[in-house]
C-alpha cells in the first residue's frame, strides 16, 4: 500500500527564515500533489495543488515543488512568521476518490 | 459562497451508545462528500465517500455506516460505538471530479468511554 512520509514530526524555525518541509512517498506517483494547512482542532484548508508534469507552482510566500524521480515534494514558506505556525499535510491524489493523505508536519515559528 | 457545517463540534458517549454525527453543505448542489476520521498524530483515514444521493462507498470495514439522505446532507452513524471509534471526525467536499481541492468542515471530536 502506498506509504506517506513527512520530514519531521515538529520543526522549529526562526521568524523571517524559509521553512521547508518534505513530504516523500513510496510506490507510484500520483497525478497530483495537494498541501494542506491544519490548525488545531479545526479542518484542514486547501493551499496548493501541484501536477505530475509540473515542476514548481507558487503563491505569494508559499512554492511547492513535485519530483517524481525521487518521489519527494517540498513545501516551502519563505519569510515565514509567528502566524504560519500549524500543521501542513501533504496529499497524494490518484485521480477519482483516490488520494491518501500524510500524517502531518507541525511547523512553529519562533519570533 | 459555499459553506460547510458539521455537528455537534464535541461529543462524549459511552462504550456501546450509538452514534449520529451530521455534515451539511450549503451554496453547492451535487457535491462530492467524504467522512475521514483523524487520530492524533496520525493522516487523515477516509471513511466514506458519495458521489451522489443514496450512493455511499466505504473504505474501511468497521462498525460505521454513512448514509447521503439529501444532495447536500452527509450523516456518520453507530449502532455501538467501540473505544477505538474516538478521534476527530471531518466531513469534506468538493465540487466534482474536475475540481481536487477538498473543502473541510470545522470538525466533530467524539471521545467514547
Do not use: M
Amino acid at each position: 500500500s502506498q506509504k506517506i512520509e513527512q520530514n519531521s514530526e515538529a520543526l522549529n524555525i526562526q521568524e523571517g527564515k524559509t521553512a521547508t518541509l518534505t513530504c516523500n512517498y513510496t510506490n507510484y506517483s500520483p497525478a497530483y500533489l495537494q498541501w494542506y494547512r491544519q490548525d488545531p482542532g479545526r479542518g484542514p484548508v486547501f493551499l496548493l495543488l501541484i501536477r505530475e508534469n509540473e515542476k514548481e507552482k507558487r503563491k505569494e510566500r508559499l512554492k511547492v515543488t513535485f519530483d517524481t524521480t525521487l518521489k519527494q515534494s517540498l513545501f516551502h514558506i519563505t519569510a515565514s512568521q509567528p502566524a504560519d505556525s500549524a500543521t501542513y499535510l501533504c496529499a497524494l491524489d490518484y485521480g477519482g476518490q483516490n488520494f491518501v493523505f500524510g500524517p502531518g508536519t507541525r511547523l512553529s515559528v519562533l519570533p | 459562497s459555499q459553506t460547510i457545517h458539521q455537528w455537534p463540534a464535541t461529543l462524549v458517549q459511552p462504550v456501546g451508545s450509538p452514534l449520529s454525527l451530521e455534515c451539511t453543505v450549503e451554496g453547492t448542489s451535487n457535491p462530492n462528500l467524504y467522512w475521514y476520521r483523524q487520530a492524533a498524530g496520525r493522516g487523515l483515514q477516509l471513511l466514506f465517500y458519495s458521489v451522489g444521493i443514496g450512493q455511499i462507498s466505504s473504505e474501511v470495514p468497521q462498525n460505521l455506516s454513512a448514509s447521503r439522505p439529501q444532495d447536500r446532507q452527509f450523516i456518520l452513524s453507530s449502532k455501538k460505538l467501540l473505544l477505538s471509534d474516538s478521534g476527530f471526525y471531518l466531513c469534506a467536499w468538493r465540487p466534482g471530479l474536475a475540481s481536487y481541492e477538498q473543502y473541510f468542515g470545522p470538525g466533530t471530536r467524539l471521545t467514547v468511554t
